[in-house]
């Protein structure tokens, strides 16, 4: 469990994490989501003991990570993917970080297999490809098997196959009991992987909510209907409790009634429909109305979406 | 048990160290030329000698051998930062301090390694150049028995470490290579020779010999009054200062490295 408590952090004028309280549970996938620039990668680094925070503490397993005696124990994290150095074999840069622990080279072969590494865990980690050095970070941030695993970006220059590796060995760790924190700007591959969402915008929390809640806080069912007789169409669903704003003359929206009882009640008074159109807010939808007043660099959005 | 130790960070470090090829490039280049260089100064001490230019002098002798030490230790002082400027600039330090979240550990674990692997090469080194120069020289040659000789190679070899372990320092409060090296050959190299002409003249007596490279040549050199505008330390005088040097530089690089976000 990672329990983050009034977290602060400034660079100079600029507050890049702002009096961030949450609570990271154990069992689930965790997304961690925002805007670039929202402060994902910094409270993540400040949970790991690699920035120090203005004020505010972050803790795994009730301490902060930097007084745990075994933190690989404790937390795995991939914050970029090049955290190795070029010179080295992919074998050599885990076994080192494996020997300050005191962790078996078993332990380095395994994760280099659950990485998919084995083949290249020879070869110096300088020729990796994008994709190659992000499983690399994993098997790194995997090596001390960690009841917590925070990842920055997993999927960055992953290919397709890679992807779905990373989906399931996410839904495995979660599975298992462990904690899992996975940072990113894209709503639709936290739709796929997450079970729970942190919405963070200008360091600031938008919302913490499991993803089925924040589709159905945000996104209230509606239905748009189109027909000649719109008016009367109007009084009858009014008179059966529904909301409904017309949007135009012969089209409405309605809410407080599906699209089979509209389609059903046209049928039964004999009134034509022109269209039946359910509207169901997507995750994207929810999440540019949570962060749109919070978006930081206006500009970038339409490219980072 | 898992858990952080020093001993294990320091395992950890080694496996490091050996890891890359560039250390043993560096250790093999550094041995190379240091004995290359000895030989050379011999050569021509002794050709000095047999001309009759000079008279031979068994202080002399075991002093030409180490003319050229400046250069390792300029090299090995170079390797020594980038222990600590390569993990900055190739990102590894993230991993290496979410591995040694304590911080402090790695530095001196760093130094550790880097002081035993750099006695274990240059000692031999320092040894094997030591040999080669007095053969060059011939007959007048000094052998390790005559007085100074021994001091005069565990010296040099002590002043290679220091410099690792200075350049090790340097590269954790600078992070950055080119900065490190900069500082490293200014400070180390150039500095000390524009403070001579910079101090009054009994400032200058009581500064110079305490500058790292004064106070190595202390360290190692046979013949203290030296041809140069001050007098040196005493040898033990010297490695004390040079040791002083070394922790001032260590410390200063722990106070970055556990205080700065990395």
């Known amino acids: ?159 397709p196959d890679g992807v779905i590796w990373i989906r399931t060995l996410l839904k495995t760790l979660a599975a298992e009991g462990r904690t899992v924190l996975i940072s990113s700007h894209l709503m639709s591959e936290m739709a796929v992987t997450a079970d729970h969402l942190l919405i963070i915008g200008r360091g600031r929390l938008l919302a913490d909510t499991p993803v089925q809640d924040l589709i159905a806080r945000v996104g209230v069912n509606q239905v748009l209907v189109r027909s000649p007789q719109a008016t009367d169409l109007a009084e009858l669903l009014l008179e059966r409790a529904a909301t409904v704003t017309p949007v135009e003359p012969g089209l409405l929206r309605v809410r407080g009634a599906s699209a089979e009882s509209i389609g059903e009640l046209a049928a039964e008074k004999g009134l034509v429909l022109y269209e039946l159109a359910p509207q169901r807010a997507s995750l994207e939808q929810a999440y540019l109305q949570l962060t749109r007043a919070a978006v930081e660099f206006g500009t970038d959005r339409g490219g980072s979406l | 048990m898992t858990g952080v130790t020093f001993g294990r960070v320091a395992r950890s470090e080694w496996t490091k160290l050996r890891s890359l090829r560039s250390t043993w490039i560096i250790l093999g280049c550094t041995a190379i030329l240091t004995v290359a260089f000895s030989a050379a100064f011999g050569h021509g001490y002794g050709g000095q000698i047999r001309s009759g230019e000079v008279t031979p002098s068994l202080d002399k002798a075991i002093d030409v051998t180490f003319i050229g030490l400046d250069l390792s230790a300029l090299i090995i002082g170079v390797f020594g930062i980038l222990q ?179």
């Open chain 1, 1 to 159: 469990m990672i329990e983050i408590h009034e977290l602060t952090k400034r660079y100079g004028d600029r507050i890049a994490v702002d009096n961030l309280s949450c609570t990271v549970r154990p069992g689930q996938v965790t997304g961690f989501l925002g805007p670039n620039g929202a402060g994902k990668s910094t409270t993540m680094r400040m949970i790991v003991g690699l920035d120090r925070p203005a004020s505010g503490i972050a803790t795994i397993a009730g301490r902060p990570y930097t007084r745990h005696a075994a933190p690989l124990r404790q937390a795995g994290a991939l914050l970029e993917a090049k955290s190795f150095h070029k010179g080295r074999t992919a074998f050599h840069h885990l076994l080192a970080l494996a020997q300050t622990h005191g962790i078996p080279p078993a332990r380095v072969w395994d994760v280099l297999a659950l990485a998919g590494l084995e083949s290249v865990a020879r070869r110096r980690a300088g020729g990796f490809s994008l994709g190659m050095a992000q499983r690399l970070g994993i098997a790194a941030a995997l090596i001390g098997d960690p009841a917590v695993i925070i990842l920055d970006e997993p999927v960055n220059g992953l290919d």
């Open chain 2, 84 to 262: 600590m400027t390569g993990e900055h600039g190739s990102g590894l330090i993230r991993a290496s301090l979410t591995a040694v979240a304590r911080r402090w550990p790695l530095l001196l674990a760093k130094a550790l390694v880097l002081a035993v692997v750099t006695a274990a090469v240059l000692g031999p080194t320092c040894l094997a150049a030591f040999g080669v120069c007095q053969a060059m020289i011939g007959d007048p040659g000094a052998g390790l028995g005559d007085p100074g000789a021994l001091r005069a190679v565990a010296g040099a070899t002590g002043y290679a470490v220091a410099m690792a372990l200075f350049g090790l320092g340097l590269g954790a409060a600078l992070r950055h290579t080119a900065v490190a090296i900069t500082v490293f050959v200014a400070g180390l190299l150039i500095l000390p020779a524009m403070l001579g002409p910079a101090l009054p003249a009994e400032l200058e007596h009581r500064v110079l010999p305490y500058v790292p490279i004064a106070a190595a040549q202390a360290v190692y050199a046979q013949v203290p009054d030296g041809s140069g505008p001050f007098s040196l330390l005493s040898p033990w005088s010297g490695l004390f200062v040079l040791l002083g040097w070394v922790i001032a530089v260590l410390a200063v690089g722990i106070v970055v490295l556990t205080r700065r976000d990395a």
